[in-house]
């Protein structure tokens, strides 16, 4: 088994969210991926199976536990697969559903890749909901930004969208781990997604994963997705758009995630990002094979 590690929605390695790879887990149970996921210790990595008719099954799991989709680890799998066998279109077998991914390579070398959700949705997030999480964020009601206003969204995997009216309130990311962690298991929730809208189609987010182990994402790709059907779905863009998300700025690892919102309802929401190799891919443990 080879352990590729990638970071995306960069082109510089020291940004982006890395992730691991595994272009062939045949044979791997739940137990080996959760086990490798927590020895590479990145917020995902991700197993793929080829079938050979040429799909892919692909499982994604944290240092904690299995996730159905992952955004920054389907770019990764996506620009890892395009560097080994070639550019080209694929289309990603996961728990969420099928996921279209097209990867090709730019006149400076970087590789880039797209991915179309699953069909987003949006849900209510009830009152005890709001004031329980943001109790935990260490935040009041007054940090909200009205125009932006709180629900549950989809694309893959579920995150309370939270808007904050003031970049400041987004920067300062301090809250209970152990209370919000509690929440998201309740709930399914994968990642808060936490933004603050600069232009109407500029945004910067902080995505805190407690149920996987991890403080803080610095690019969160299925939040992207699901923020993009948020925004059609409560009529706060003008569709078709092309938004651009800022993210991991304030922990040091800078991302760009480029999100396409198609104007028809319930149709995939895009998303788009460089991804680079890292240095020392790994080998597991012999006794975990």
Known sequence: MEILRYTAFTTDPAGG??????????GLDDATMLAVAAEVGYSETAFVV?????????????????????????????????????????????????????????????VVASLTSVAPRTADLSDADLAELLDALRWSAEDLDPALPPRVAYAGAWHPVIAAGARSRLAELDYDM?????????KDWTTVDLVWRESPTVFHARNPFPPGGVVEDPATGAAAAAFG??????????????????????MGRPSTIWVSVPE???????????AVRLKADLTPDPARQ
């Open 178 to 186: 152990s209370a919000l962690g509690a929440l998201m298991r309740r």
């Open 50 to 110: 080829p079938d050979g008719d040429g799909g892919l099954d692909v499982r994604y799991f944290s240092p904690l536990a299995e996730v159905p989709f992952c955004g920054h680890a389907t770019i990764a799998t996506a620009v890892a697969y395009a560097e080994r066998h070639g550019p080209g279109s694929l289309v990603l077998r996961t728990k969420a559903g099928a996921v279209p991914v097209t990867a090709e390579r730019g006149e400076d070398g970087s």
């Open 17 to 26: 969210n890395p992730a691991g790879v595994v272009l062939d887990a045949t």
């Open 264 to 274: 028809a309802p319930g149709s995939g929401i895009g998303v788009t990002g460089a």
């Open 229 to 250: 059907g948020y925004l059609r779905e409560l009529q706060l863009i003008a569709v078709p758009a092309a938004l651009t998300i800022h993210q991991g700025v304030d």
